[in-house]
């Protein structure tokens, strides 16, 4: 156990479904991460959260929106999803966003039909 | 960031001393080098990191070459449990005050009884 939550483990949704993605962090730390890893490509880093705000967003598509409502919480909210968006997202946290050491959780698996 | 270099896939004994090398002979001299592992089906786990020094913890060595071009990651006794990809990362600015990861492709090592 990381001390880092990711709900659910895997999620199944078609390509006109709403879904969200949440992680949760029992660390106290102050920075939230959400990556993307797709098969046979390497990790990703798509959103950067310091102290509850957004300070990166890697030309993520706007079909990914986040929310961070604290430090301890961080949500991937997808909409409108393509079959390439199938991928394992795992969520990370560090005790803020230049230590890098993260923590990161067991990722949720998505499948887009 | 810096780019690395790693053998796609190693094998070690078990039992034995698996050594893991990265090239980053781009690297400059604020930038730290890091490694992480990741285990099947789970997310990344991180393992050490260093800026010059050599440098030890519980479950790892770290050697840093003096012109600091390359590094070699020294697991002593490998077990079963530490059949991974491993990821040697040169943590690099990514601008509007934050330093971030970018994984690379890393190194597959199949511990072998």
């Known amino acids: 156990e990381t001390g880092v939550t990711q709900t659910p483990r895997h999620l199944v949704m078609g390509m006109t479904n709403k879904k969200s993605l949440k992680c949760e962090q029992h660390?106290?730390?102050?920075?939230m991460y959400w990556y993307k890893q797709s098969a046979k490509k390497p990790l990703e880093l798509m959103f950067v959260y310091n102290f509850k705000e957004q300070t990166e967003n890697n030309s993520v598509p706007s079909r990914f929106s986040p929310e961070c409502p604290n430090s301890s919480h961080l949500f991937l909210h997808l909409h409108t999803l393509q079959p390439e968006d199938s991928a394992l997202y795992l969520c990370a946290s560090s005790q803020d966003r230049d230590n890098n050491e993260q923590f990161f959780g067991p990722g949720t698996r998505l499948t887009v039909l | 960031d810096a780019k690395t270099t790693q053998p796609p896939s190693m094998d070690c004994a078990e039992g034995r001393a698996a050594n893991l090398p990265c090239n980053h002979s781009t690297i400059s001299g604020n930038e730290y080098v890091y490694w992480y592992r990741q285990i099947h089906s789970q997310g990344p786990q991180y393992i050490i990191h260093g800026l010059k020094n050599n440098e030890t913890n519980e479950m790892a060595s770290l050697i840093i070459t003096e012109d600091r071009k390359s590094s070699t990651l020294i697991l002593p006794h490998a077990t079963l449990r530490d059949t991974a990809v491993y990821y040697c990362i040169v943590r690099g600015y990514s601008g509007a005050g934050s330093y971030q990861l970018t994984f690379g492709k890393g190194t597959k090592l199949s511990v072998i009884p």
């Open positions: 660390l106290g730390h102050n920075a």
